[in-house]
């Protein structure tokens, strides 16, 4: 840590572009966290219920969702505070402790979000091709998905964590910006990135083809 990452930190803190976009992601950060009440309230108040496996696997979303906008928001209010409180530039760095608590929340989302979205695409395929075989697991499906997407994104964030602490050099010391990508782990992440692109066009492609089938069946009722 130097007298230049303080200055650059504290440049951060006080950029007014940055602080009004601060401001108006904070605003909308607590409209997502209203709209995500509202759809659990309006499920438990509609009669209208969604099978069980459906049902696991959307509540994993919805999880995802308010944790990355959690963290979002706190990243947003320590900014603020630091802001109003802090007496010299050094004040505006990060502990490091506080960037993990951060950031993981984003590890947690990018990798959970594509992969509880295939999980539901394999789920409605099922659903929709293999009713009957479906229908007799019960919330099997459900259960054994959410326990591999969740071991996969843990994996993920204790990879983050075990490269991270290799770079004493950005990791030894409060920081000035907020990332937990490293020289250690950058070409991992770019394939984990195409991974999920892939899993994307697959849900995509299955999407598009689960509407089609739907239209068929309806229409020949």
């Given amino acids: 840590m130097n007298q230049t990452q303080c200055i650059a930190a504290e440049a951060l803190v006080l950029d007014t572009k940055f602080n009004i976009l601060r401001i108006l992601l904070i605003i909308l950060s607590m409209i997502i966290i209203v709209l995500l009440s509202r759809v659990i309230w309006s499920y438990k108040t509609k009669s209208k219920k969604l099978h ?31 802001l109003f409180t802090y007496t010299n530039p050094c004040d505006c760095l990060t502990q490091v402790w506080l960037v993990y608590l951060i950031r993981m929340p984003f590890i947690i989302y990018v990798n959970g979000s594509p992969l509880f979205h295939f999980a539901i695409m394999i789920e409605r395929v099922l659903a929709t091709v293999y009713v009957k075989i479906y229908e007799n697991q019960g919330k099997l499906f459900g259960i054994i998905s959410s326990i591999i997407a969740w071991t996969l994104v843990f994996t993920h964030c204790l990879y983050s964590y075990i490269t991270t602490q290799m770079d004493t050099d950005t ?21 984990a990135n195409f991974f999920y ?9 299955a999407d598009y083809y689960l509407i089609v089938r739907n239209q068929k069946i309806k229409s020949n009722l």
């Fill in 197 to 205: 692109l892939f899993l994307v066009i697959c849900v995509a492609i």
């Fill in 52 to 82: 069980t496996n459906l049902l696991i696997l959307m509540s994993n979303v919805l999880l995802l969702y308010a944790i990355y906008v959690l963290a979002n928001m706190l990243e947003y209010f320590m900014n603020f505070i630091v």
């Fill in 171 to 191: 990791f030894g010391h409060p920081m000035v910006y907020l990332t937990l990508t490293t020289k250690y782990n950058s070409q991992t992440l770019i394939f």
